[in-house]
Nanobody, 125 residues
Framework: QVQLVESGGGLVQAGGSLRLSCAAS????????MGWFRQAPGKEQEFVAR????????QYAGSVEGRFTISRDNGKNTMYLQMNNLKPEDTAVYYC??????????????????WGQGTQVTVSS
């Protein structure tokens, strides 16, 4: 199994940027596709982005495409989410997750096997 720890959340003004990190330990990081999800207060958890094991293939939710970039460094066992032009509606707890399958279009939370504890992102207007 793999253990995941997110970091990099915080408070930022609208239009600002943050970079989230997800550090993995345990079983080989490169054997997992990875994803970011978020959950705002009173709302269901939603898919944000996904990256394949190699980092070549990525997917984004429509609400973040063009503003967020997912990436990974398998040598450092770390995944990233660069978030630019943040909006108040991006406010949520952000979670990273690991998927043992490298198939595409796996954007539902039940597709993922392991989860981090989450990091809070708050965007003020």
């Amino acid at each position: 199994q793999v253990q995941l720890v997110e970091s990099g959340g915080g408070l930022v003004q609208a239009g600002g940027s943050l970079r989230l990190s997800c550090a993995a330990s345990g079983r080989a990081f490169s054997s997992y596709a990875m994803g970011w999800f978020r959950q705002a207060p009173g709302k269901e958890q939603e898919f944000v982005a996904r990256i394949s094991r190699s980092g070549i293939n990525t997917q984004y939710a429509g609400s973040v495409e063009g503003r967020f970039t997912i990436s990974r460094d398998n040598g450092k066992n770390t995944m990233y989410l660069q978030m630019n032009n943040l909006k108040p509606e991006d406010t949520a707890v952000y979670y990273c997750a690991a998927d043992s399958s490298d198939s595409v279009y796996r954007t539902r939370s039940f597709h993922y096997d392991y989860w981090g504890q989450g990091t809070q992102v708050t965007v003020s207007s």
